[in-house]
């Protein structure tokens, strides 16, 4: 008798699909049960994946997270302008949901562990690690604890007669979901390497783009998007016509250099045509409608919101917080924005909301309805105490 049933997060990819049958040869379990998650990838994505655990796993379950995904990560994140480190995150978002839907599927089929496939340096362990470890379940990670390269993992991979969607000329890990769309590995990792136009896939490049800018309305209700130029439609369709209009004119790519969890900087790769455009254009609406004091503090809480969603630290009583401010700053935060997408760029033309105080009247040069000579007493007391030390100098 061995171990029992271990079940995999499981992806088709190199990683994950190595790690079948190390968990039987090397860590002597009996059964080995995948779970692929559906969060938005594309559909071929997830057919390779069923296809492929179907085939090397006893058991395979896929789930389909696409609305629970979009409702649970994505729609807070744009409440929260989720930026870490100035670019939109995809991948953190949907690890925590990824890992609470195997720990299901763990109690369904009595297992007592769960695994990934996730190397020792990254941010995912982590992400998965907590949710696991708060189910109470042992984690078996066979590539951080082997200390694996990807090398000896592809050649792993050809001995076992597993088919793998990367090679040694091209070893490129690529991760996705509606959100978006990371690749690194290779040569990717010197910061130096200019990376070739095959490696991306949702982005044309700007330089290719049309000569002709496209313009659009996006709608806000509470914080949320609801309609393309006028038409209502669910955050998952609008999401993936965002991504497919602003990623044919270059809009969304990121190469940057990255702090991870650990400490260690890497450089990371992106594409997120659809949060570049959404994130600009709702940033750009709570400036308009929130109170100078309210925008002030919440860009904090913003900060923080995204430091531990990158984290993974969705169990985090901070969290729930957090969330309770942003969510009651984004009650006012309805209206309209223009934008032009433009080769690689978004940019907001304009921006109206029945929620906003602003007041042409008392803001313009050309009104006296606020009398200009009631700042004047004010003026004497500006920058009062810098004088007065100033003066002694």
Same mark, same amino acid.
């Given at each position: 008798m061995g171990k029992g049933t271990v079940v995999l997060a499981?992806?088709?990819?190199?990683?994950? $699909?190595i790690c079948i049958p190390l968990l039987k040869e090397q860590y002597g379990y009996d059964r080995v049960v995948t779970v692929a998650a559906n969060v938005g990838q594309r559909d071929e994505e997830i057919a390779v994946a069923e296809e492929k655990g179907k085939k090397l796993a006893d058991k395979h379950y896929t789930v389909?997270?696409?609305?629970?995904?979009?409702?649970?990560?994505?729609?807070?994140?744009?409440?929260?302008?989720?930026?870490?480190?100035?670019?939109?995150?995809?991948?953190?978002? /949907?690890?925590?949901v990824i890992a609470?839907?195997?720990?299901?599927?763990?109690?369904?089929?009595?297992?007592t562990a769960v695994a990934h496939g996730c190397t020792g340096k990254g941010n995912d362990q982590l992400r998965f690690d907590v949710v696991f470890r708060s189910a109470g379940l042992e984690v078996i990670a066979p590539i951080r604890e082997n200390n694996m390269t990807r090398e000896w993992e592809i050649g792993y991979a050809e001995e076992h007669g597993i088919p793998v969607p990367v090679n040694k000329e091209k070893p490129w890990s690529v991760d996705e979901n509606l959100w978006s769309?990371?690749?690194?590995?290779?040569?990717?990792?010197?910061?130096? =390497? @200019?990376?070739?136009?095959?490696? %991306?896939?949702?982005?044309v490049s700007p330089l290719k783009a049309p000569d002709t800018p496209q313009e659009i309305t996006l709608t806000f209700e509470k914080?949320?998007?609801? /309609?393309?130029?006028?038409?209502?439609? $669910?955050? *998952?369709?609008l999401i993936r016509e965002m991504n497919r209009i602003a990623g044919s004119h270059g809009i969304g790519r990121n190469d940057m250099m990255e702090n991870r969890v650990l400490g260690i900087k890497a450089r990371e790769i992106y594409e997120h045509p659809a949060a570049n455009v959404l994130l600009t254009? @709702?940033?750009?609406?709570?400036?308009?409608?929130?109170?100078?004091?309210? *925008?002030?503090?919440?860009? $904090? +809480?913003?900060?923080?919101?995204?430091?531990?969603?990158?984290?993974?630290?969705?169990?985090?009583?901070?969290?729930?917080?957090?969330?309770? =401010?942003?969510?009651t700053t984004q009650q006012r935060v309805n209206?309209? +924005?223009?934008?032009?997408? %433009?080769?690689?760029?978004?940019?907001?033309?304009?921006?109206?909301?029945p929620d906003s105080f602003y007041s042409v009247d008392v803001a313009s040069f050309d009104s006296k309805t606020i009398d200009q000579t009631h700042a004047i007493g004010f003026s004497h007391y500006y920058g009062l105490q810098a004088r007065l030390i100033r003066s002694k100098k």
């Open positions: 499981y992806s088709g990819g190199l990683d994950t $699909s389909d997270l696409r609305k629970e995904f979009v409702d649970r990560c994505l729609f807070p994140s744009i409440r929260a302008n989720g930026l870490y480190e100035g670019y939109p995150m995809g991948t953190s978002l /949907a690890r925590p609470e839907a195997v720990v299901e599927i763990a109690k369904k089929e009595g297992a769309r990371s690749v690194e590995g290779g040569r990717l990792e010197e910061p130096d =390497f @200019h990376p070739p136009e095959e490696i %991306y896939a949702w982005t914080g949320l998007p609801v /309609a393309f130029n006028g038409k209502r439609m $669910s955050g *998952y369709d254009a @709702h940033a750009d609406l709570e400036r308009l409608i929130l109170t100078r004091e309210e *925008y002030a503090f919440k860009q $904090s +809480v913003d900060a923080k919101w995204a430091q531990l969603a990158y984290y993974g630290l969705i169990y985090e009583p901070l969290w729930d917080a957090l969330n309770a =401010f942003i969510d209206g309209t +924005v223009d934008l032009r997408l %433009y080769k690689g760029t978004a940019t907001v033309l304009g921006r109206s909301s």
